[in-house]
């Protein structure tokens, strides 16, 4: 049990809970019972907090006795952008506030979710917001979760249960099973609590790593068919961890971070049916530039070589994070390539960063930033070359040309965020070449690719470091296919200097300084659009019904990126309303 009274004190000395570097958080496989102590203030008597932004997830949890707020308004200004939640539960109300971005997957709200503000993104949910009047409150919803895997958790077992014969309790890893077509949280039915589906594995089918295991104790054990248990640490990589047989889980406890030393890729997957990668944390080496950071499949077995992955079990990604920069220099070409086909991406953040503790000099550039482009090297953020590839939340931001390039068919993606690079020194580098297209668009989908769903996606500029530099597309696809279909896509221009001029095709309105956004098209058929634009570079927008407009009626957008705390469709204002009072922990147990 967990019991926190008194005033909460943010330890940057500001006053304010400022959520937008609350990075690589997680709260999983827990309940948590808020009780109001006689003492705490009335702000903070509300509710429970969970203020955070990227790389943070929420997974099967039960909230009781209140709200949960995904901001902290007791200290106002409390900005936040982005989320994900899973196989959750609240019984009282969930407050968005100033949580720009957020992806809710199989959870329940059972008295409501308030507010919006730029994407907010449920599958297979219950109790969130409609999405009837997009883009008033700009909400997308899918009824069911068209496949879902649950990550991998700890729990203890009983007698006869993992191969456990000798009575004792005993640890052990629960899997849960690839579902389709799915509503609510795996672990109730008909208001009952239920077993998730699934399958349990004693603690002894696994390698226990730590930082100093050895590369040939991967290879070994991996050789025998074990699994991969990586404790909290940080890990160099100097030899790839090949994973090549079908089931194999490989899952990380406290954000263990594998950092790519010599420019290896630290982790390899055979494109071979069930693999799960779960809670793993994945750096760029400042030594040398990596090929890939995380490959998922051999390139050379696509297009032509059979696939061996399964649509019923799934390649798994579960909160799988890549970082190029940050706490140290990081260089790599790709930070993740998919080469497989049936590949289940579920809450990832691939992020080259746009600040960190490298020590660059403050003076080249704005704080450092010519020498940060020069130095962190990120081409793409991600590659995605397999079929029938599903991702929910993915997060890729800052790269230094496309953030995402999905050449694989039958593509889909249930809420896309993503950030163009800050820190271009001149339009010659934020160029295309040889097309001369201006700016990489972050979101790009190939030339061959007849089929490919995206909804709720939202692309942000801020070039701090020239703001002259110019973006033509937010988002770029084939014209003239009627399988390519985009819907609830925005682009939006975050604090001041930068320039979007189109959203998807040429098609949409120019955000920059004095028109922020965001902007919103409701759905872009490529099919619709076969030779709008015959160069592939934007012409003057022109007004069709594709455009939605929304700036006038729409609140959240006269705030800064950082500061929007202003709640959709209230003109007045609203008054934030929760915070922790005191909380009670208990493991949940299968």
């Given at each position: 049990?967990?019991?926190?009274?008194?005033?909460?004190?943010?330890?940057?000395?500001?006053?304010?809970?400022?959520a937008?570097?609350?990075?690589?958080?997680?709260?999983?496989?827990?309940?948590?019972?808020?009780?109001?102590?006689?003492?705490?203030?009335?702000?903070?008597?509300?509710?429970?907090?969970?203020?955070?932004?990227?790389?943070?997830?929420?997974?099967?949890?039960?909230?009781?006795?209140?709200?949960?707020?995904?901001?902290?308004?007791?200290?106002?200004?409390?900005?936040?952008?982005?989320?994900?939640?899973?196989?959750?539960?609240?019984?009282?109300?969930?407050?968005?506030?100033?949580?720009?971005?957020?992806?809710?997957?199989?959870?329940?709200v059972?008295?409501?979710?308030?507010g919006?503000?730029?994407?907010?993104?449920?599958?297979?949910?219950?109790g969130?917001?409609?999405?009837?009047?997009?883009?008033?409150?700009?909400?997308?919803?899918?009824?069911?979760?068209?496949?879902?895997?649950?990550?991998?958790?700890?729990?203890?077992?009983?007698?006869?249960?993992a191969?456990?014969?000798?009575?004792?309790?005993?640890?052990?890893?629960?899997?849960?099973?690839?579902?389709?077509?799915?509503?609510?949280?795996?672990?109730?039915?008909?208001?009952?609590?239920?077993?998730?589906?699934?399958?349990?594995?004693?603690?002894?089918?696994?390698?226990i790593?730590?930082?100093?295991?050895?590369?040939?104790?991967?290879?070994?054990?991996?050789?025998?068919?074990?699994?991969?248990?990586?404790?909290?640490?940080?890990?160099?990589?100097?030899?790839?961890?090949?994973?090549?047989?079908?089931?194999?889980?490989?899952?990380g406890?406290?954000?263990?971070?594998?950092?790519?030393?010599?420019?290896?890729?630290?982790l390899?997957?055979?494109?071979?049916?069930?693999?799960?990668?779960?809670?793993?944390?994945?750096?760029a080496?400042?030594?040398?530039?990596s090929?890939?950071?995380?490959?998922?499949?051999?390139?050379?077995?696509?297009?032509?070589?059979?696939?061996?992955?399964?649509?019923?079990?799934?390649?798994?990604?579960?909160?799988?994070?890549?970082?190029?920069?940050?706490?140290?220099?990081?260089?790599?070409?790709?930070?993740?390539?998919?080469?497989?086909?049936?590949?289940?991406?579920?809450?990832?953040?691939?992020?080259?960063?746009?600040?960190?503790?490298?020590?660059?000099?403050?003076?080249?550039?704005?704080?450092?930033?010519?020498?940060?482009?020069?130095?962190?090297?990120?081409?793409?953020?991600?590659?995605?070359?397999?079929?029938?590839?599903?991702?929910?939340?993915?997060f890729?931001?800052?790269?230094?040309?496309?953030?995402?390039?999905?050449?694989?068919?039958?593509?889909?993606?249930?809420?896309?965020?993503?950030?163009?690079?800050?820190e271009p020194?001149?339009?010659?580098?934020?160029?295309?070449?040889?097309?001369?297209?201006?700016?990489?668009?972050?979101?790009?989908?190939?030339?061959?690719?007849?089929?490919?769903?995206?909804?709720?996606?939202?692309?942000?500029?801020?070039?701090?470091?020239?703001?002259?530099?110019?973006?033509?597309?937010?988002?770029?696809?084939?014209?003239?296919?009627?399988?390519?279909?985009?819907?609830?896509?925005?682009?939006?221009?975050?604090?001041?200097?930068g320039?979007?001029?189109?959203?998807?095709?040429?098609?949409?309105?120019?955000?920059?300084?004095?028109?922020?956004?965001?902007?919103?098209?409701?759905?872009?058929?490529?099919?619709?659009?076969?030779t709008?634009?015959?160069?592939?570079?934007?012409?003057?927008?022109?007004?069709?019904?594709?455009?939605?407009?929304?700036?006038?009626?729409?609140?959240?957008?006269?705030?800064?990126?950082?500061?929007?705390?202003i709640?959709?469709?209230?003109?007045?204002?609203?008054?934030?309303?929760?915070?922790?009072?005191?909380?009670?922990?208990?493991?949940?147990?299968?």
């Amino acid at each position: 049990d967990f019991f926190q009274e008194g005033e909460f004190i943010p330890t940057d000395g500001s006053g304010h809970c400022i959520a937008l570097n609350n990075f690589w958080r997680s709260l999983a496989n827990l309940q948590i019972h808020i009780i109001t102590p006689p003492q705490q203030d009335f702000c903070r008597g509300q509710a429970n907090f969970w203020a955070v932004s990227q790389a943070s997830s929420m997974r099967r949890v039960s909230i009781v006795g209140g709200k949960l707020s995904l901001m902290d308004f007791c200290t106002n200004p409390a900005y936040a952008s982005g989320g994900f939640m899973a196989d959750t539960l609240v019984q009282g109300q969930i407050e968005n506030g100033s949580q720009q971005q957020w992806i809710s997957r199989n959870i329940e709200v059972q008295n409501g979710w308030s507010g919006a503000v730029w994407n907010q993104v449920f599958v297979g949910s219950i109790g969130g917001l409609s999405d009837a009047s997009f883009p008033d409150p700009p909400v997308s919803t899918v009824a069911d979760t068209p496949i879902a895997r649950e990550k991998p958790f700890l729990v203890m077992v009983r007698q006869g249960q993992a191969n456990n014969s000798n009575g004792k309790m005993k640890m052990a890893v629960f899997v849960p099973s690839a579902v389709a077509n799915t509503r609510g949280v795996s672990w109730k039915s008909s208001g009952q609590t239920t077993s998730t589906p699934g399958k349990l594995l004693p603690l002894e089918d696994f390698l226990i790593a730590t930082p100093s295991t050895l590369a040939q104790e991967y290879r070994l054990a991996l050789g025998q068919g074990k699994h991969l248990l990586f404790t909290p640490g940080v890990y160099n990589i100097y030899d790839t961890i090949r994973v090549e047989r079908a089931h194999t889980v490989v899952l990380g406890l406290g954000h263990a971070t594998l950092i790519a030393r010599n420019g290896v890729v630290p982790l390899q997957t055979l494109d071979a049916e069930g693999i799960i990668l779960a809670g793993i944390t994945i750096d760029a080496g400042p030594d040398a530039v990596s090929p890939v950071l995380l490959q998922i499949g051999d390139r050379s077995q696509l297009p032509s070589s059979p696939a061996t992955s399964n649509p019923n079990h799934p390649i798994t990604l579960s909160d799988v994070y890549i970082r190029v920069g940050g706490p140290y220099v990081g260089k790599t070409n790709i930070a993740l390539e998919i080469n497989a086909h049936h590949v289940l991406i579920d809450h990832t953040w691939i992020w080259r960063a746009d600040h960190g503790i490298e020590n660059f000099d403050k003076s080249d550039g704005y704080g450092g930033d010519n020498e940060r482009w020069r130095s962190n090297v990120g081409v793409n953020g991600a590659i995605v070359n397999g079929n029938n590839v599903v991702a929910m939340g993915l997060f890729v931001e800052h790269f230094q040309q496309h953030n995402l390039i999905w050449n694989g068919d039958n593509g889909k993606v249930y809420m896309f965020q993503s950030e163009l690079a800050y820190e271009p020194p001149s339009q010659m580098d934020w160029t295309q070449q040889p097309s001369g297209i201006l700016g990489y668009e972050a979101y790009k989908v190939g030339d061959a690719v007849q089929n490919h769903y995206l909804l709720g996606g939202g692309v942000y500029c801020y070039n701090r470091n020239n703001p002259d530099i110019v973006t033509q597309r937010g988002f770029a696809v084939p014209k003239g296919r009627s399988g390519i279909v985009l819907e609830h896509i925005m682009t939006r221009n975050l604090s001041g200097p930068g320039i979007i001029r189109s959203i998807v095709n040429g098609i949409g309105p120019q955000v920059d300084s004095n028109n922020r956004g965001p902007y919103y098209l409701d759905r872009y058929a490529s099919i619709d659009y076969p030779t709008r634009f015959s160069n592939g570079i934007s012409a003057p927008f022109q007004t069709g019904k594709e455009e939605i407009e929304t700036p006038a009626v729409f609140a959240a957008n006269q705030a800064e990126s950082s500061g929007a705390s202003i709640q959709k469709g209230n003109p007045g204002g609203i008054i934030w309303t929760i915070t922790l009072a005191s909380i009670s922990i208990v493991l949940a147990l299968r």
